[in-house]
């Protein structure tokens, strides 16, 4: 490994006259998160036990200059780190790549003392075809990352893959959807290493049961689906679509949903919504560690319990991980754009495209009166308040002359979604006057209900008798 500092400047290392181009470097596309199986795996494999064909190296890397072992993932330090493995058998018909998973250091990779390419370190994944550098036997892989000391650098593993000669490098789905029919049409286009192989494309459900399969022709396919669920916030739908070749099979998640900005509003699988937003001001360039996902999911948990539907980023922030886990975890996905910008912690999406201030809790239930003179109220809920409904309460309270009349009444909050409720407040019978009924909102924390604003509706409805 040289030891001079190489500094990167667009496609070239240049310093004191040495010049290093990018080679050999694949870069996998950010927009893909399938997993690689052997073709003869199982379907229950597929969705329980995923099985990569891959020659993992051990993610432990021997430090050259300090004689450390250090676990991945671990900081970069502008060190040499080497790793020698045995290739029992050089199987001439496959193909063999180096996947490095590194974000914001240079590097160079050498392999048996040989350079092999050099990567800028913007990038998440790295792929690096090594076929004609590996041999039979014992084999020295060595990686020199040029990292800055004054900031942070990950580096989260590396792995040799096995491939075919001929297999799928890239494929895109296009979709195209008829909403009101439940209808779908998938365009699928598939790139090759090598030549070009037989594939088969299919759609499972999460059961594992085929929808529908089609060869592809020249590498492209056309599927046709009905009865789809679209998938949305409530329903979670995911699906599973498959490609086969004659030696290995490609799965990825996949759902059906077209959502993001039109010129009125906040348009979901062609309708539009209200949303209510938390803004989402964390990086997440890569896949975050086990700790940081629990700690995601345990944000997310908590949001949807505040009636939370939707995670907003700034489009520097924008990462495809975030956004798969919003599928999973059913919030809808939105990237700033230059009409749509969001500066408050939380807010609330109109169905006409303004944002508004959304206070501690969002509560969508409208209340008016069915007769000026009288005590009867209209209740209906936009929302299914769910699990809510054992935290949170409203209370209906009559007031005259700033002085609260009678008892007060909780109303647990069970309403269904657009029904109307009739509500007869009996302490307005024997009143005369001027009266305000007041619709209060309060939220159990042990056995104390603590008084919270809402958004959303009346809150004072005034009677005069």
Known sequence: MREETISVSGETYNENGIQRKFENINILPSHRWYTIFPQNVSKNKIFRVPSETVYDLNRKWR?????LYLK??????????SRKFQ?????EEKHYYLQLETMGSPFE?????QLIAVGSGKQRIYEIEINDSLQTGENIISMRFYGNGNTRFIWESAKILVRPQNHIMDYVVTPHYCYEEKKARLEIEAAYQ??????TCSLLAPSGKVLAKVKMHLGKAIMELEQIEFWNSETMKQYILVLVTKDELIAEQFVFCEHGFQEKGYVVNGKNVELTVMNWNRVMLYPADAYLTKEILRKFTSWKKRNIDAIYVEKEMASKYLERLCQEQGFYYIVANETFQMEKREGYLSKDGKWWKMPKVYLPLKVWTTNKQGGMLGMMSDWKFGNLKDRYYI????????KRIGNNIKYILDFQPETIEMYYDSWTAGLKGIMEIRIE???RFSTKLIPKDYFYGAKVITIIK
Do not use: C, D, W
């Open 72 to 81: 991945l993932p671990a900081k970069i330090l502008p060190k040499v780190y």
């Open 395 to 402: 209370r209906i309270a009559v007031y005259q002359k700033g």
């Open 63 to 67: 430090n050259v200059e300090h004689k």
């Open 109 to 113: 990779l050498e392999i048996n003392n």
């Open 441 to 443: 909102f309060y939220q």
């Open 87 to 91: 290739l029992s058998k050089k199987e």
């Open 194 to 199: 090598g030549q070009m192989t037989s594939t």
